[in-house]
T-cell receptor, first 113, second 114 residues
Framework: QKEVEQNSGPLSVPEGAIASLNCTYSDRGSQSFFWYRQYSGKSPELIMF????GDKEDGRFTAQLNKASQYVSLLIRDSQPSDSATYLC?????????????FGKGTSLLVTP | DAGVIQSPRHEVTEMGQEVTLRCKPISGHDYLFWYRQTMMRGLELLIY????????DSGMPEDRFSAKMPNASFSTLKIQPSEPRDSAVYFC????????????FGSGTRLTVV
């Protein structure tokens, strides 16, 4: 079983601060990583994906990947109350003759005004 | 683009009844995935299709679960007979390039079996 581990939280940060969300994965051969955001009662929506070691920035979001440590993170700068949600880390894994995404259970983020 | 469309949004049924969940993927997407989400187990992949063909169903929990994709614009997930432990949110997702750029999820069906 290829595991994707996340701290369930809740992670509480004040408005304007940097929120740091972390994820570890067990399959050293994994190549593609994704972050989804899920508001309560809604479906997951894709925020970012990252394939290469290092940082990838998109607006207030930065994904960081370290394949040697099997670790991927998501930083949210200038956190807003609207960022309060559960953040799901997903890893592309081989399955059957193709691939699928294996999800962690998510980290709950609460941004307080 | 209307996105991935699932129906019904909510389903309450009695134990032992047959339940059918429906999904219409985004037009042009050739991959379709069915996931189940619970608090305890998170998002679990049940089955996925490529070009209407089931590729892997190893996540289907029991023979009570079955899924079909008769054409590129429609898929069903059926549970017969349903049990209380099947209560969960069932998501359908589609993509046009496998997993390379992630999936688009539908709004989900919240199933309650009493």
């Amino acid at each position: 079983q290829k595991e994707v581990e996340q701290n369930s939280g809740p992670l509480s940060v004040p408005e304007g601060a940097i929120a740091s969300l972390n994820c570890t994965y067990s399959d050293r051969g994994s190549q593609s990583f994704f972050w989804y955001r899920q508001y309560s009662g809604k479906s997951p929506e894709l925020i970012m994906f990252i394939y290469s070691n290092g940082d990838k920035e998109d607006g207030r979001f930065t994904a960081q990947l370290n394949k040697a440590s099997q670790y991927v993170s998501l930083l949210i700068r200038d956190s807003q109350p609207s960022d309060s949600a559960t953040y799901l880390c997903a890893v592309k894994v081989p399955l059957g003759s193709g691939y699928a995404l294996n999800f962690g259970k998510g980290t709950s983020l609460l941004v307080t005004p | 683009d209307a996105g991935v469309i699932q129906s019904p949004r909510h389903e309450v049924t009695e134990m032992g009844q047959e339940v059918t969940l429906r999904c219409k993927p985004i037009s042009g997407h050739d991959y379709l995935f069915w996931y189940r989400q619970t608090m305890m187990r998170g998002l679990e992949l049940l089955i996925y299709f490529n070009n209407n063909v089931p590729i892997d169903d190893s996540g289907m929990p029991e023979d009570r679960f079955s899924a079909k994709m008769p054409n590129a614009s429609f898929s069903t997930l059926k549970i017969q007979p349903s049990e209380p432990r099947d209560s969960a949110v069932y998501f359908c997702a589609s993509s046009s390039q496998g997993t390379d750029y992630g999936y688009t999820f539908g709004s989900g069906t919240r199933l309650t079996v009493v």
